[in-house]
RNA sequence: GGCGGCGUAGCCAAGUGGCCAAGGCAGUGGUCUGCAAAACCAUUAUUCAUCAGUUCGACUCUGAUCGCCGCCUCCA
C-alpha cells in the first residue's frame, strides 16, 4: 500500500517515495500579495493542505514551505496606484492573506518565506549561475540564457523551436535569445532597488523560489506544487535554473493542480468573473466551500456555480445529519438483546478506513474519498434508525467507535471539525435571522397547534401549520415532540 | 501554429482491461404521520461523444473524427 501521485514531469502517476524516508519535502509557489484572493487561490491552498494532512496521516513528516511574492511589477504598480510602499502593500495583503485562510481552517506550512528577505540567496544564486555559463549580463540586467540548459522545456513539454514559432515572445534587444528570462532587472527610476554585483535592482519572479526552495529544502527535494498555469514559464524557468546551479536535479514530483471556472470560463481580472474568497465566506460556511473543493479531483477543472454551492450545502448537511443522530445516542439498552448490525454493514464499517485510504492513495482522490464517506454514513443512518430503547448497547459503541474514525478520515478534507449539533443548530439560527420571525413565536405556535391536535381539531392544526409554512418554517410531527425546520430552498 | 487536458445518467462527479459502471444533488416509490413535511430506506445509465482497430473480453489501450477547455504574456 503506498501512495501513487501523478507527476507532470512524467506524465504519469507514480509510486511516489521520498528521497529520505518518512520525511516529505515540499514548495508550493504561493501568492504575489497586491489583491485580496480568489476562489482560485483557496483552491490551491487547499489541495495541498489536504495533501500535507494525508501526508501526516500517513506517518510522514513533512517540511511544507510556501512562500509569498513580495516584489514585482504588479505589487510596484499597485502600490504607485495607491500612493503607498511596495512593502506596506504587500504586508497588507498577507495580513488579508490570512484571515481568508485562517478562515477556511488551513493549516499554516512549516515555513513561509518572503521574497524580499531572500535578495542576498538569489544574488548568490544568479552569480553561480553566470560563473557556470548559463546567465549572462547584459546593460543592468540578467538574463538566464535557455541555449545553456539542454534540457530546457522538459517540464511543460516544450522544446524551444515550437516556442518561438508562437511567437508571443516579445521581442527584447538586450536578449541573445528571445526566450532568455530575466533573473536580475535593473531597477528604475522610483522603483524598490537593491544592490548587487550588476547594479541596483531588483530579482526576477522565478528565481525566488529557487533560492528559496535551496535554502530551507535543499537542492533536490520531494515536491513541488502549484497551480496549471505555473507550469510554463514559471516551474520551467525555476527548474532551468535550479539544476543548472546545483547540478543536481531540482524535484522528484511535481503536482499542478486545476482551475476554479465561473460559468466554465477561467477567472480573470480582464473578465471581471473572479470570486474573492470573503465574497464567498459571507454566504457558505467554510466547510461548504471545502466540500465543494474536494467533490472534484484537484487536477481537473472545477466549475464554481450557485447550483454547485447548494449541492455541496445539502451533501454536508447531510453528513453532520448523521454524526448528529449517532452522537445524540444513548447507550442504555439490553446487553442480553442480540446485535442489529449484519454482518455485511459491519464489514463495510470495519473496512472504511482501508477503502479511504485506497481512494487517497490513488492521487489524492477526495472525490472518491467523499463517496466513502456517503456509503458509510448510509449504513450508519440505517442502524440508528433500526436501534430502539433496548437494542444492545454494543451496538450503540460500534456505531460510536465508527464515527470517531468517520470524523478523523473527513478532517483530512477539513470537514465535520465542528459538534454536530452545534453546526446544525447554528445554521438553523443563521437562516432565521433572514426570516421575519422569531424563535420564540414559533414554539408558541406550534404549543397552540399541539393543543389542537390535542384535541383532534385537525382544521386549526392545519391552519397554524399553514401560517408557519407561509414563513418558510416547516413543522416535523415526531415520537419526541414537534420540531421545525426552515425550507432549504429559500435560502 | 506548438503543447496538454476533457467529453460518463436531468445536473455534478469517481472509476477500472473482465463480479450488477462509485457517490452526491434533483426525481420517483416506501416507512413514518390525523393528513403532511422533514428524516430515513429503496430506486434511477444493457451504457460511458462518434467511428474504426488491438484483445477471448474495452468505458478503460491505439488511431481517426466531432465538440469543449487550458498553457504558450502576469496568473492558483
Avoid at 352 to 381: G, P, S, V, W
Avoid at 393 to 413: N, Q, S, W, Y
Wanted: net charge negative.
Amino acid at each position: 500500500m503506498s501512495i501513487r501521485i501523478y507527476n507532470t514531469l512524467t506524465r504519469r502517476k507514480e509510486l511516489f517515495t521520498p528521497l529520505e524516508p518518512n520525511h516529505v519535502r515540499i514548495y508550493v509557489c504561493g501568492i504575489t500579495s497586491y489583491d485580496y484572493c480568489h476562489i482560485g487561490h483557496a483552491r490551491s491552498a487547499l489541495a495541498f493542505d489536504m495533501i500535507v494532512r494525508y501526508l501526516r496521516y500517513r506517518g510522514y513528516t513533512v517540511t511544507y514551505i510556501r512562500n509569498f511574492t513580495d516584489i514585482d511589477d504588479k505589487i510596484i504598480n499597485r502600490a504607485a496606484e495607491q500612493n503607498t510602499t511596495t512593502e506596506e502593500l504587500a504586508d497588507r495583503f498577507i495580513r488579508e492573506f490570512y484571515i481568508d485562510m485562517d478562515g477556511l481552517g488551513i493549516d499554516r506550512p512549516t515555513l513561509e518565506p518572503k521574497a524580499t528577505a531572500h535578495i542576498n540567496e538569489m544574488i548568490d544564486l544568479i552569480a553561480e549561475l553566470i560563473d557556470s555559463g548559463f546567465a549572462y549580463q547584459s546593460g543592468n540586467d540578467v538574463y538566464y540564457s535557455v541555449n545553456s540548459f539542454p534540457e530546457y522545456g522538459k517540464l511543460s513539454g516544450r522544446n524551444l523551436s515550437d516556442m518561438q514559432a508562437g511567437a508571443r515572445v516579445s521581442i527584447n534587444e538586450q536578449k541573445n535569445n528571445p526566450m532568455d528570462f530575466v533573473l536580475w532587472k535593473g531597477s528604475k527610476p522610483g522603483e524598490p532597488t537593491w544592490d548587487s554585483p550588476w547594479g541596483p535592482g531588483r530579482p526576477g519572479w522565478h528565481i525566488e523560489c529557487s533560492a528559496m526552495s535551496r535554502k530551507y529544502l535543499g537542492n533536490t527535494f520531494d515536491i513541488h506544487g502549484g497551480g496549471q498555469d505555473l507550469i510554463f514559464p514559471h516551474h520551467e524557468n525555476e527548474l532551468a535554473q535550479s539544476e543548472g546551479a546545483n547540478k543536481a536535479p531540482f524535484v522528484t514530483t511535481w503536482i499542478h493542480h486545476g482551475f476554479v471556472t465561473i460559468r466554465d470560463e477561467k477567472m480573470s481580472k480582464s473578465l471581471g468573473n473572479f470570486l474573492t474568497i470573503r465574497d464567498i465566506v459571507k454566504q457558505y460556511h467554510p466547510e461548504v466551500i471545502r466540500f465543494f473543493i474536494f467533490s472534484t479531483h484537484y487536477r481537473n477543472p472545477l466549475d464554481f456555480s450557485e447550483t454547485a454551492m447548494q449541492d455541496a450545502t445539502a451533501g454536508l448537511d447531510r453528513l453532520y445529519s448523521c454524526v448528529a443522530a449517532i452522537d445524540c445516542l444513548t447507550a442504555a439498552g439490553d446487553l442480553n438483546v442480540p446485535s442489529l448490525i449484519s454482518k455485511k454493514d459491519r464489514v463495510k464499517l470495519t473496512s472504511m478506513e482501508e477503502r479511504y485510504q485506497q481512494a487517497m492513495d490513488n492521487d489524492f482522490n477526495t472525490a472518491q474519498a467523499q463517496a466513502i464517506l456517503f456509503d458509510t454514513a448510509k449504513i450508519l443512518n440505517k442502524i440508528e434508525q433500526q436501534l430502539t430503547e433496548n437494542s444492545s448497547p454494543e451496538d450503540v459503541h460500534f456505531l460510536r467507535d465508527t464515527l470517531v474514525v468517520f470524523k478523523k478520515l473527513a478532517g483530512i478534507m477539513g470537514l465535520l471539525q465542528e459538534d454536530a449539533v452545534t453546526y446544525l443548530r447554528q445554521k438553523k439560527a443563521a437562516l432565521l435571522e433572514g426570516l421575519d420571525i422569531d424563535e420564540l413565536t414559533i414554539e408558541a405556535m406550534i404549543k397552540e397547534r399541539n393543543e389542537a391536535r390535542g384535541v383532534r381539531d385537525w382544521a386549526r392544526s392545519d391552519q397554524i401549520r399553514d401560517r408557519l409554512l407561509a414563513k418558510n418554517i416547516e413543522l416535523k410531527d415526531g415520537p419526541e415532540g414537534t420540531a421545525w425546520v426552515i425550507k432549504r430552498n429559500q435560502i
